[in-house]
């Protein structure tokens, strides 16, 4: 399973994101995908989830203004980041797990390499 994530780039406070993250490999054995996030100095952070049955979680500090998406005909899952702040600022890490939702990184097998994203104020 290979996991690529891009879509970061630099925007000012307010303003929108969309990640992606493109999968390969054995995928269809995956039942979660997940979006982290490490801030420089900062212990890797969870931000969403999305589960093979559609249902999402995410991190109180995101609520309401991120979104998680898939796209099964692209094998593709997103992040969309709306009304972004200066303390959004991270790299940001697609991953994929066999089991269940869960905000733990350690339950994740396989990591895509992180796209950064700045927000300016």
């Known amino acids: 399973v290979q996991l690529q994530a891009s879509g970061g780039g630099l925007v000012q406070a307010g303003g929108s994101l969309r990640l992606s993250c493109a999968t390969s490999g054995r995928t269809s054995r995956m039942n979660t995908m997940g979006w982290f996030r490490q801030a420089p100095g900062k212990e890797r952070q969870f931000v969403a989830t999305?589960?093979?049955?559609?249902?999402?979680y995410y991190a109180d500090s995101v609520k309401g203004r991120f979104t998680i998406s898939r796209d099964n005909a692209k094998n593709t899952v997103y992040l969309q980041m709306n009304s972004l702040k200066p303390e959004d600022t991270a790299v940001y890490y697609c991953a994929a797990t066999y089991y269940g939702a869960s905000s733990s990184s350690e339950d994740y097998d396989y990591w895509g390499q992180g796209t950064l994203v700045t927000v300016s104020s």
């Open positions: 999305l589960s093979r049955n559609s249902n999402t």
